[in-house]
């Protein structure tokens, strides 16, 4: 994409309502607007953004055997009454009176409409384990929010719903996500802690968040050292049962939880940090079948309400959480997997004839191989278009200039490491191919 035709409308200064780097640098590499408290429009890059981990979460959820699906934003009231959580969820919930009088709202969760789902659609044990999922925008009127889109009132959540006939079957799909998360945020490049949770307003037993480790993190954790041997930002392989288990056998808690007295972990073996919640799993067995009457026949024929845990990744939280941990002081620094672009193609000399005709070449050479291009054509100065193009942080620069063009060479700059080699053409479109 040429930038002079894009939309990327980037600042300069600092805005002064973002107080975290990662809503700073959104704002500022024209990602995002604001559109009221909490709610934001998402620019053509961010949403590129936003995409590419929306699509790293699906194939994650498909492998696992999760189906998508996908579930309207407005709810009817009648399912939280039928599950008793309409008057429990409070000012959080967003409540809307149509045309007819009726009470609907926008959904905060999805609890009550896929068990009403699978109530009216799923009558045997024979079609179980049963595992649905959609990603889609939630409503949560959010009382502070803040740090821009990490914690905004509508946000972009991937959740899914298991449905299994007992315990022992729930465990087993419970740690499947519990593996498919560990696998996704380690395609992100992210080290998330799995970290022992209260199921809070979504209620049940077992529950774990993912915490990505950052300073400007709104939870702290302490948690046993040895999680940091599993190296979880480069866990993407088979994750086998053992591992799991071992994992899960860690000391990890939330601040509120932690007891220093009866700690189990030795101080000296015992981190303490900031965290960002990026995922929450929940198994909490019969709580909506059994209210809401989801049963199934079981192999002796008897009617058992079905057992379900349910599980979320906040996909528009990630974006932010990604910048914290991904930054420098010019800008933002994108993991290749969920780059806007690929590469960023700087034309140092808009006026000289020989710069612009190479740089015209190569970008339609790049567009040919499919390889995702951000062509800064603009008639700008050298320095600006670098500070611009480490701010939008793609991860490879090339920069076409008239020095090089002379030597037949052009320059590959590293946006994380800074590092700049010189390759012909050829080999140039190579590695980056
Ligand atoms: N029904 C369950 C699982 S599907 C649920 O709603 N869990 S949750 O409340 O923990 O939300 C799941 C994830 O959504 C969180 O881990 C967080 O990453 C994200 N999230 C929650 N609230 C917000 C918010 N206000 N802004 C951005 N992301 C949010």
């Not at 799909?173 to 979504?202: E, Q």
């Not at 930002?233 to 994992?247: P, Q």
């Amino acid at each position: 994409m040429r930038l002079s035709k894009h939309f990327i409308p980037t600042m300069k200064e600092n805005p002064s309502e973002a107080q975290i780097v990662s809503h700073r640098l959104m704002l500022r590499a024209g990602m995002i607007r604001q559109s009221s408290a909490g709610i934001y429009i998402w620019l053509p890059t961010g949403l590129r953004v936003l995409n590419k981990i929306a699509d790293i979460v699906r194939e994650e959820q498909n492998r696992a055997g999760a189906i998508e699906l996908l579930m309207p934003t407005i709810q009817p009231a009648e399912l939280w009454q039928e599950s008793r959580r309409y008057d429990a969820y409070g000012k959080e919930m967003l409540r809307i009176t149509d045309r007819h009088d009726r009470d609907m709202l926008f959904g905060p969760t999805n609890e009550e409409m896929v068990t009403d789902l699978f109530k009216n659609n799923v009558k045997s044990y024979k079609d179980l384990p049963l595992n649905l999922y959609h990603i889609q925008w939630k409503f949560r009127d959010e009382v502070r929010p803040r740090f821009g889109i990490m914690r905004g009132r509508e946000f972009l959540m991937k959740d899914n719903y298991s449905f299994d006939l007992d315990f022992e079957a729930a465990k087993e799909s419970y740690n499947k996500m519990y593996v498919a998360y560990l696998r996704t945020f380690a395609r992100l490049g992210l080290v998330a802690i799995p970290v022992r949770a209260d199921a809070g307003a979504i209620g049940g037993d077992l529950s774990h968040e993912f915490q990505i480790l950052a300073e400007t993190g709104e939870s702290t954790l302490h948690y046993d050292k040895a999680i940091e041997d599993f190296d979880l930002s480069s866990l993407t392989g088979d994750i086998d049962d053992e591992t799991v288990a071992k994992l899960q056998g860690l000391y990890a808690m939330e601040e509120e939880k932690h007891d220093v007295d009866n700690c189990p972990v030795d101080a000296a073996d015992l981190k303490t940090a900031k965290g960002i919640e990026v995922g929450h799993i929940f198994y909490f067995g019969t709580k909506y079948s059994a209210s809401m009457g989801a049963r199934v026949a079981g192999p002796d024929g008897k009617e058992v309400d079905v057992e379900m845990g349910s599980y979320g990744i906040g996909v528009s939280r990630l974006v932010g959480a990604l910048i914290e941990a991904n930054h420098d002081d010019n800008g933002i620094m994108w993991p290749e997997s969920v780059a806007p672009y690929k590469v960023g193609l700087i034309n140092l000399r808009f006026k000289d004839e020989n710069c612009t005709n190479a740089c015209d070449t190569l970008y339609e050479k790049m567009e040919i191989a499919g390889i995702e291009v951000l062509y800064d054509d603009r008639d700008a100065g050298a320095g600006a278009k670098f500070a611009n193009m480490d701010l939008i942080g793609v991860p490879w620069q090339v920069v076409v200039g008239p020095k090089g063009l002379e030597k037949g060479v052009l320059e590959l700059k590293n946006r994380r490491t800074g590092e700049r080699v010189e390759l012909s053409e050829e080999e140039l479109l190579a590695k980056l191919g």
